[in-house]
């Protein structure tokens, strides 16, 4: 029986097609101390073999609970699972991370304090094999995916352009502030029309509204780099097609500070990278995934420019789910 002076938090994964990667996640989940929680399992799958191990984990655990979604998109399974609980802290991670047993303690322990909107945890790579032979991403010089290894704590207000608080992998919010902006983004994310983008989007528009958003090295996740090169290449193009979307859809609200974003995107994470990849690395993988962030924001914010948008809230409007 849990403690009921424990806080209460909802923990939201999204999944599709991954049936062999989520019960690491799921039973590290379990494994965490300090809050009561309930494990919000959506799952995008097009078979069944997920629903399978899902419903397995939780006749043997009544804090796992399993939501189908036909509709695919990351953003769209977090405000699925966001809605399902009531919890007033909602944390986020990947079928493909293994937490801390002290993650969602910590992430919660900063979120208390009203002043905090959203929190990102440290993300490390995990040293579990990958689940495929292919070459994981570890393998190629430079490169890495959603990794935040900082120690050192950082409080993010004020300045809506330093969106280097972290990765979606990591994160949590009030529930009051899911509500109040308006929820993910559906069209940005993995998954969606829009690729990505959407942590560093709810992030914008956090600090947008005048919130506070912590980075919380205390609390870690260990991320799995299984990818091979070509689906790494197929994340970083993602990367750039939602970094293009969402400048554009700034622009599209009045925003200037969409050109401010796109310009420090082709900058960062194109010059740079391209540089980085000739001189330091010696990497001509690096050096491409620097030439694609040149071209694919252009690209993304031609797509951004077709999808509209709401009247409510600084979001794209999708189709009805």
């Known amino acids: 029986m849990e403690n009921p002076s424990l806080p209460s938090v909802d923990v939201v994964m999204a999944t599709r097609n991954r049936a062999d990667l989520v019960p690491v996640a799921v039973n590290s ?23 399978r191990v899902v419903q397995a984990l939780a006749s043997q655990d009544a804090r796992v609970r399993y939501q189908h979604s036909a509709t695919p998109g990351l953003s769209i399974s977090q405000n699925i699972g966001s809605s399902l609980g009531t919890a007033p802290y909602i944390l986020y991670t990947d079928d493909d991370c293994r937490a801390d047993p002290g993650w969602a303690a910590a992430m919660v322990d900063v979120l208390r304090d009203e002043a905090i909107w959203a929190v990102f945890g440290r993300i490390h790579e995990d040293e579990v094999t990958p689940p495929t032979q292919a070459t994981p991403a570890e ?25 280097g608080f972290g990765h979606g992998a990591s994160m949590g919010l009030r529930r009051e502030v899911w509500q109040r902006v308006g929820g993910f983004d559906e069209a940005l994310g993995a998954g969606g029309p829009l ?20 980075y919380v090295p205390q609390a870690l996740v260990y991320h799995r780099q299984w990818r ?18 969402t400048a554009m859809k700034y622009l599209r609200y009045g925003d200037l500070g969409g050109f401010v974003l796109l310009f420090e995107w082709l900058l960062s994470q194109g010059v740079r990278q391209i540089l980085a990849g000739v001189i330091k690395w010696r990497s001509w993988q690096k050096t491409a995934i620097g030439l694609q962030q040149l071209v ?9 420019w077709r999808v509209p948008l709401s009247r409510e809230h600084r979001v794209y409007l999708v189709g009805k789910r």
């Open 29 to 51: 989940l379990l494994a965490s101390t300090g809050v009561a929680l309930t494990i919000w399992i959506v799952d995008q799958s097009n078979n069944d073999e997920t629903e």
């Open 139 to 163: 393998a190629i010089p430079g490169v890495r995916l959603a990794v935040k290894m900082s120690t050192t704590p950082v409080l993010y207000h004020r300045n809506r352009f330093n969106l």
């Open 195 to 214: 690729r990505s983008w959407n942590d560093r989007d709810i992030g914008y528009r956090i600090l947008s509204l005048g919130g506070q958003i912590a």
């Open 228 to 245: 091979d090169w070509p689906a790494v290449q197929r994340t970083f193009r993602n990367y750039g097609i939602g970094a293009g979307a």
């Open 296 to 304: 694919m924001p252009w690209y993304g914010m031609w797509l951004g």
